[in-house]
């Protein structure tokens, strides 16, 4: 896939034989868990955790709300694990209960009206180093920031994020398209904005000669 911008900063190619390596490694993980191997359900924690936060993050635009999902969630999954029927499908199942429970958090925040201020944009440094990516992403709609996210952080292909977001195919590839647009709007116009506030600076900053 030939992406270009700020994409690139989070997809790469990942060789066919990890894939179906990581795959197995899913697959027997939760069949252990289903045994109640709590060996397994640690290994299963640690290897998804990170990812499903990231992905809890997107979505909330808080990282510490996102620890808040991620704590329910897991509880969530670890409940729902004995009756899941096909291992392999780990992981779309565990990002559509992540994803309804962003929702969910999301929905309460605007209920209770908690939600007053913007949360600071530095905080999210932790997770990636493109600090500019995250803050476009903030802006996009959550539908939109759910689309991209899977798609461009997680790796899913349009089938499976219509599977975890149960929406139609065509659904999805029209939010792909159009938040792709959108996100090369803001992340062009920042861009912009910010290229002529350096100008401005320069051009405001007294310079030696002018001091005597």
């Keep these: 896939m030939n992406l270009r911008g700020p994409w690139r900063v989070y997809y790469t190619v990942t ?11 899913d697959e027997f993980l939760v069949m252990r868990c289903q045994t109640g191997d709590r060996d397994a359900l640690s290994a299963l924690i640690t290897k998804w955790q990170p990812p499903f936060l990231r992905y809890a993050s997107v979505m909330t635009r808080n990282p510490d709300m996102a620890k808040d999902v991620m704590q329910e969630a897991w509880m ?3 409940r729902g ?14 990002f559509r209960i992540i994803n309804n429970q962003c929702l969910d958090m999301l929905r309460r925040v605007r209920v209770h009206e908690e939600l007053t201020d913007v949360p600071d944009n530095r905080s999210m440094r932790q997770l990636e180093a493109n600090e500019q990516v995250w ?3 903030e802006q996009l709609s959550p539908e939109h ?10 790796g899913f292909e349009v089938k499976d994020i219509a599977a975890i977001l149960r929406k139609p195919q065509g659904t999805i590839k029209s939010r792909l398209h159009n ?34």
């Design 76 to 78: 969530k999954i670890i």
């Design 81 to 94: 694990l004995p009756k899941l029927r096909d291992p392999l499908k780990f992981p779309a199942w565990a």
């Design 145 to 154: 920031r759910a689309v991209l996210a899977l798609h461009y952080l997680q």
């Design 15 to 25: 060789d066919s034989n990890d894939v179906l390596q990581g795959r197995v490694v």
């Design 179 to 212: 938040g792709r647009e959108r996100f090369r709007e803001i992340f062009e116009a920042q861009a912009s904005e910010d290229t002529n506030h350096e100008r401005a600076g320069h051009q405001d900053s007294p310079s030696l000669a002018g001091s005597y």
């Design 135 to 137: 803050w476009v992403l």
